[in-house]
């Protein structure tokens, strides 16, 4: 049976991370992102379909690209940080479960019906963002997820070539600068948004 975590790691997954604006100098090797997306493999999707589909900035070149279609705020905050992601989700995703999900024909839940594979695929991929979000800052990273871009315009330059798959949201990524952040916005009690019956 596991034990809760001790009070450190609720500070560094939760308590005290923070949405970051920048970042400090210091890179982030292709290592780092391939463990981040060995941790948020790991989390639950439904059937296991795993429709996130990401795409890591990780030079200077591509982080251009991107900015040039995000709001002005975001422009800087992307160019600047080490790393940007793109949290993509494949409709398509169904093409991969006899793999991915192979005790059950969970393909044909999903083949004639597309409308239900875009509603799997945002919610499925949403969830898989925020795995990508805890994974980083299990690993000492910080992000800064944002949704403030043109998503077509993401999807024709960055998934052209698979219009099936669709930009969910875009991140940025590295040591966060405390400098960068305002004030933590309020977080309500319980009572507040939940209902217990």
Known sequence: MNSPLGQAALDQLFLEARTYNGYHDK???????????????MGPTS?????????????QESRDRLAALTSAANQKKVRKAPVAVIIGMDENFHEYLPELFPHADAKSWFA?????????????????????????????????????????AVDKEFFGDEPHIKSNFISTLGYGDPATIFDRSP??????FNSLI
């Open 187 to 192: 977080r309500p009690a319980f009572e507040k």
């Open 47 to 59: 059937a296991n379909m795993l429709p996130s589909r990401l795409i890591w900035c990780h030079s």
């Open 27 to 41: 890179p982030v090797s292709v290592e780092q992102l391939h463990a981040i997306w060995d941790l948020m493999k």
């Open 112 to 152: 004639g019906d597309p409308e239900a594979r875009k509603t799997h695929a945002l919610r499925n991929s949403s969830l898989q963002g925020a795995y990508f979000i805890m994974a980083a800052r299990a690993l000492g990273l910080d992000t800064g997820p944002m949704s403030g871009f043109d998503q077509a």
